[in-house]
């Protein structure tokens, strides 16, 4: 069975462009979150996305944004780049709910200059 | 904000010592759920273990123990005997409604 897969691995933009980062849960799961690992502050939630909605948010500012598409895949979108928004951007998925156990992509590097 | 605490940044220790990480956790919930995740150099977070808030009964899975204690909102995670291979950093989390926190890691090292 796949796993939870994110593209890009790597991504390069500078200040002020926009980045679109992708995640494909696992085959069933219709939950996806997003988490922003920077360095030195651990892992910050961001995002979660159950059956195309967004059910909660992190403390971030509005520029960063998402959705979930009909086959339960999922965007994140980051704009206005920030230098501070270099980080590891790692995607899960669950079944249905928070209180499941989350399995994670390998995470995109979003590297701003 | 009801945070989780993993107050031990970094911990070094020499093969087969044991090694105890902590984690305290601060909820209003009755109902949430601790986790434990590992994330080896490869970048990967893996699930180690999903306890609720009415399971108190602490486990052991081979070299990995963890003890639940609601009295004192701690979730700590014992490695008896580590291995270089348990070198990673180690988060705890805490889920209770649409609420996901994880702690801010810490990282082990096991040196031979």
């Known amino acids: 069975e796949a796993g939870v897969t994110q593209s890009p691995t790597h991504l390069i933009k500078t200040r002020g462009q926009q980045a679109t980062l992708r995640c494909s849960p696992i085959?069933?799961?219709?939950?996806v979150y997003w988490y922003q690992q920077a360095l030195g502050l651990g892992l910050q939630f961001l995002l979660w996305?159950?059956?195309?909605?967004?059910?909660n948010r992190g403390n971030f500012p509005p520029r960063f944004s998402g959705r979930q598409f009909p086959n339960y895949s999922s965007e994140l979108n980051v704009n206005a780049l920030e230098l501070e928004d270099s980080a590891l951007y790692l995607c899960?998925?669950?079944?249905?709910?928070?209180?499941?156990?989350?399995?994670f992509g390998p995470g995109t590097r979003l590297t701003v200059l | 904000a009801q945070k989780v605490t993993q107050a031990q940044t970094e911990i070094s220790v020499v093969e087969k010592e044991d090694v105890t990480l902590d984690c305290v956790y601060e909820t209003r919930d009755t109902t949430y759920y601790l986790f434990w995740y590992k994330q080896p150099p490869s970048g990967e977070l893996v699930f180690l273990i999903r306890r609720n808030s009415f399971d108190e009964q602490n486990e052991i899975s081979g070299r990995y123990s963890w003890n639940f204690q609601k009295s004192t909102s701690s979730f700590n995670f014992t490695i008896t005997a580590s291995q270089v291979v348990d070198s990673a950093v180690y988060f705890c989390a805490r889920h209770n409604n649409n609420d996901m926190r994880f702690g801010a890691g810490t990282r082990l090292t096991v040196k031979p």
């Open positions: 899960a998925s669950s079944l249905t709910s928070a209180a499941k156990r989350q399995f």
């Open positions: 085959s069933g799961h219709t939950s």
């Open positions: 996305y159950d059956e195309g909605e967004e059910r």
